[in-house]
């Protein structure tokens, strides 16, 4: 792929990351002489006519979006067997890489990265978007510190395929609400409930929930009735500040049933 014009627009120039369903490369578009990323899918989507209107519909309504922690897309089509999006390009990691290079974070560096995350799903939900998949590979911290969301729609859309079993959990299970493990379904409140499940790892340096296997994960997900309670001393010793505001607000995104939580995720 490296080295390939596509779309005959777009010079593929180094592969950034790759993904379960795709791979994502540093590109240039050379109409607009202007640096991009380029999310390429899966060979195996590219036959699949539900999967191409939906990877469409999503990326359009996606790129109506404008918000600061929102990934811009600027483009989508296909060129072969290859269907991609075209997207800003962040220059610096995601949060995963932060996490694992530093742990947990301060309250203050936590809340840094959770406002712009919280306000770009706002914005998303009054459009009628979900994301669906919240979690810290697809939150994105540029090298000035701007922090974006990444892939929106990108689960519904590979939901749509005819390539896709129907009993696969689409997601990834830490940060699954009940309701997309037990049922598939979700909404902007199942955003909130992984919102807050992030939040908790980026105070604590661990999920909630932890497990063998995915499966294992999802099955504690679904059988808690109850508020996430954010146990022990490692939370409560990082400050005051955590123990009087971050802990109800991170037991109130992660409350089941649905009811309990915000229908939508507010910055403030």
Request: hydrophobic letters at 40%; a positive charge.
């Amino acid at each position: 792929m490296v080295g390939k014009l596509l779309d005959r627009r777009y010079l593929i120039e180094a592969r950034i990351a790759r993904g379960g369903m795709s791979t994502v490369y540093r590109a240039t578009d050379q109409r607009l002489d202007r640096p991009v990323a380029v999310k390429v899918m899966d060979h195996q989507f590219a036959a699949d006519p539900q999967f191409l209107a939906r990877f469409e519909f999503e990326a359009r309504s996606v790129a109506r979006l404008n918000h600061p922690g929102l990934v811009a897309v600027y483009d989508q089509g296909q060129d072969g067997d290859d269907v991609f999006l075209v997207m800003e390009l962040v220059e610096g990691g995601t949060l995963r890489e932060l996490l694992r290079e530093r742990g947990p974070m301060p309250p203050h560096a936590a809340a840094a990265v959770a406002v712009p995350v919280l306000g770009a799903l706002a914005v998303a939900h009054r459009a009628g978007l979900v994301h669906r998949d919240v979690k810290p590979e697809n939150i994105l911290v540029s090298r000035h510190g701007e922090v974006k969301i990444a892939d929106f729609g990108l689960v519904r859309a590979v939901a749509a395929a005819n390539t896709t079993s129907r009993s696969v959990i689409l997601g990834t299970a830490a940060y699954l609400s009940p309701e997309q493990v037990t049922t598939g379904n979700a909404d902007a409140r199942s955003d909130v409930y992984s919102s807050g499940v992030l939040m908790f790892e980026m105070l604590t340096g661990r999920t909630p929930f932890t497990g063998d296997t995915s499966l294992s994960v999802a099955t504690s997900v679904s059988r808690r009735t109850y508020l996430i309670r954010v146990r022990g001393s490692t939370v409560s010793r990082r400050s005051s500040t955590l123990s009087s505001v971050a802990r109800p607000n991170v037991n109130r995104a992660n409350g089941t049933p649905t009811p309990v939580r915000w229908p939508t995720p507010s910055p403030t």
